[in-house]
């Protein structure tokens, strides 16, 4: 993140081609609305793995730490909004003698 025009770029490519979905795009700009720094910074993230809104909260949650270094004075917005707390989900591991993680075989009683 650098002072600029406000330009976003995601794994070398524009905010609007990499991510289809509006409410991904909506996800990224959100820390920027709720500060009021739109249009200030420019962005150049790159994201692996998950899925298309998991990569834009990653690069939500990224953005809001960068503007946390800029200005503390951000922080109780932010916090108050929820995101500088990491989403800390993650898939629940298959279990022998199931078919998935909570899914059981079927079963016959005759």
């Not at 996800?27 to 793995?49: C, N, R, W």
């Not at 960068?66 to 108050?80: G, H, N, S, T, Y």
């Not at 929820?82 to 998935?100: A, F, H, N, P, W």
């Amino acid at each position: 993140m650098k002072p600029g025009a406000g330009k976003v770029t995601v794994n070398d490519q524009e905010l609007s081609s990499y991510f289809s979905l509006d409410t991904a795009k909506v996800m990224v700009y959100q820390p920027f609305e709720l500060t009021g720094t739109v249009g200030q910074f420019d962005i150049s993230a790159t994201v692996k793995g998950g899925g298309n809104i998991g990569q834009a909260g990653a690069l939500r949650h990224g953005v809001t730490r960068a503007l946390l270094k800029v200005k503390d004075e951000f922080r109780e917005i932010l916090k108050k909004a929820g995101l500088i707390t990491r989403d800390s989900r993650v898939k629940e591991r298959k279990k022998y003698g199931q078919k998935g993680a909570r899914k059981r075989f079927q079963y016959s009683k005759r």
